[in-house]
């Protein structure tokens, strides 16, 4: 049994423009598209679909291959696309998500900035303020009395926040501000944070 595969075709449709590409084919996956905006892509001179990077369609087994594909930009760029063509039936099993990720540079940096006392007060300001290079701190209470954190609510008399107990640790990633606050006296708290260089 012949096995089906994909034939790659590169090209760059000009802003506002239409790319014809003449090739016969039961299905078309989009597998790279320079830019945000999908193309609309025509079948035969059928009507145009959007058909998003990483995606694609196939024929009903009882329709006839396509021989001609159109694809329009709709963008006021030009549009650097890589698309694959098959004959057959290809179970593409491929699973995309559009996110924004955090990721660390290799070089990193710990810093051990002086202990901190944490009262019992509500705190006024951040204990330990949000900062574009630290991605996380490890935290220990080195006091004799437990500390909550949390937000600027943060309250042990209402558990509003998480405690660390006398002598624990906590490794928190940054995402905003941290707050802290002593349960029943006045504690100590070691901080290290670990920093993108």
């Not at 035969?44 to 058909?51: F, I, L, T």
């Not at 290799?106 to 051990?112: D, I, K, Q």
């Amino acid at each position: 049994m012949a096995k089906s595969t994909y034939r790659f075709h590169r090209f760059t449709v000009p802003a506002s423009s239409i790319f014809s590409l003449t090739v016969t084919g039961r299905g078309v996956n989009v597998f790279e598209n320079s830019l945000t905006t999908s193309p609309l892509v025509s079948v035969d001179g059928d009507s145009e679909e959007e058909v998003l990077a990483g995606t694609g369609f196939e024929l009903p087994p009882d329709e006839v291959p396509f021989s001609e594909l159109k694809f329009r930009n709709t963008s006021a760029s030009p549009m650097a696309l890589l698309i694959g063509v098959t004959k057959g039936t290809i179970k593409d099993n491929r699973f995309a998500v559009t996110s924004v990720i955090r990721v660390k540079t290799v070089a990193t940096t710990v810093e051990s900035p002086a202990a901190l006392t944490v009262p019992t007060t509500a705190p006024g300001a951040p204990t330990i303020a949000a900062a574009s290079t630290v991605y996380e701190v490890v935290v220990q209470n080195n006091g004799a009395n437990p500390i909550w954190y949390g937000d600027i609510n943060v309250d042990p008399a209402t558990k509003r926040g998480h405690k660390i107990e006398a002598g624990g640790t906590r490794i928190l990633a940054i995402n905003g501000d941290l707050y802290f606050r002593a349960e029943t006296g006045s504690s100590t708290l070691s901080v290290v944070k670990h920093k993108e260089a």
